[in-house]
């Protein structure tokens, strides 16, 4: 191959080594043991802690290799992306390590604990690529054809979530793993799928514009417009708060409100193919909807304030009735947007 897409030759030696080194004291321990009378409960107990150790250094040299093929790609090798291309191989990796820990949890070598401190930490990791992660200044995800990937990734993600926490939740988690293993498995690789494309799509951010059906731009154009009238709703609720009329019902009713508006915005922006809600369908959209959620957020820190404070200041009302219009504005161009990038690819829906 190109030397140049190759990880510097001596750190990768050396993790070559440690690769090698592991895999052969795994080897031996496996051969000592299949030659001899064993049983699951002694010959899975041995392998374990030496599977996670050959684990750990084929993530390391997978590091490498990432970071090297960014370099190839031209991509900027700041600190930054460094940071993401990291936490995205690491994601690859612990979708391995879950479907390794609900084995060892069958077999009763492992707490379920462990399986879902895994599981959050892929969970937590995926959404902070997307949505930023400030403390490790990583910005949020606003490349079109990277969030259409990741569309994919929440799916399957969210799949494996509820298999593992039936798992955890199982008055006997090693047989309830045992049962749902081949599903985690078939999940897992699907999931593990996604994840390559969507690592791809963070090399190599080029990909076609989708050729959406009539029903999924209907479906966009329909949650576009859902946005406005949602917001009305939280902003009507708002101001019953501030005006000390029926509070304690308005407040429990903002509460459930801005959550489901809140989703219902990180659905317009990323997708949901659980729902059959596409994912932007240009850059100027995307661009667009990161525009208003960020107006959004500024508008939910203050109905947050209403709802745990025992009073609204007038200031904190000016500045919701700002954000209000700033909301309204940006949805309707969003919507107008949508309505022009529907007609253009040939839809009848908007008309």
């Not at 990937?149 to 955890?168: F, G, K, P, R």
Request: proline share 3%; hydrophobic share 40%; aromatic share 6%.
């Amino acid at each position: 191959g190109n030397d140049e897409v190759l990880p510097p030759h001596e750190a990768a030696q050396q993790v070559l080594q440690e690769v090698s080194a592991a895999w052969r004291s795994l080897n031996a321990t496996l051969s000592a043991l299949l030659g001899s009378n064993y049983d699951a409960t002694t010959l899975v107990p041995a392998l374990a802690t030496q599977n996670l150790l050959v684990y750990d250094k084929l993530e390391k040299l997978s590091n490498l290799y990432v970071n090297a093929a960014a370099l190839a790609n031209g991509i900027s090798t700041g600190q930054n992306n460094e940071r993401t291309l990291d936490l995205l191989q690491r994601q690859s990796a612990l979708i391995y390590k879950g479907w390794k820990e609900t084995f060892l949890v069958s077999h009763e070598v492992l707490s379920y604990s462990q399986l879902l401190d895994t599981k959050e930490l892929f969970t937590s990791t995926h959404r902070g690529i997307i949505d930023g992660a400030t403390w490790l200044d990583i910005p949020k995800l606003s490349d079109v054809c990277a969030l259409r990937a990741m569309a994919d990734v929440t799916y399957y993600s969210d799949e494996q979530s509820h298999l593992l926490l039936t798992i955890a939740a199982s008055g006997d988690a090693a047989h309830e793993a045992a049962q749902l293993g081949r599903n985690v498995s078939e999940i897992g690789k699907s999931l593990s799928h996604a994840m390559s494309i969507a690592t791809s799509m963070f090399l190599d951010p080029t990909c076609s514009e989708p050729q959406l059906t009539d029903l999924e731009w209907f479906q966009a154009l329909t949650n576009a417009e859902d946005q406005l009238l949602q917001a009305s709703k939280a902003t009507t609720l708002f101001l019953q708060i501030a005006s000390n009329y029926n509070v304690a019902e308005s407040k429990v009713q903002l509460t459930l409100l801005a959550d489901d508006a809140t989703l219902s915005l990180r659905h317009l922006l990323e997708g949901s193919k659980a729902t059959g809600l596409v994912s932007p369908p240009t850059q100027e959209l995307v661009d667009q909807i990161i525009a208003v959620k960020g107006v959004w957020q500024s508008m939910r820190a203050e109905f947050t304030k209403a709802i745990f404070e025992t009073s609204v200041s007038i200031s904190s009302v000016s500045e919701v009735a700002r954000l209000t219009k700033l909301f309204t504005d940006g949805i309707s161009e969003a919507v107008s947007l949508y309505v022009r990038t529907a007609i253009s690819a040939g839809t009848s829906i908007p008309a």
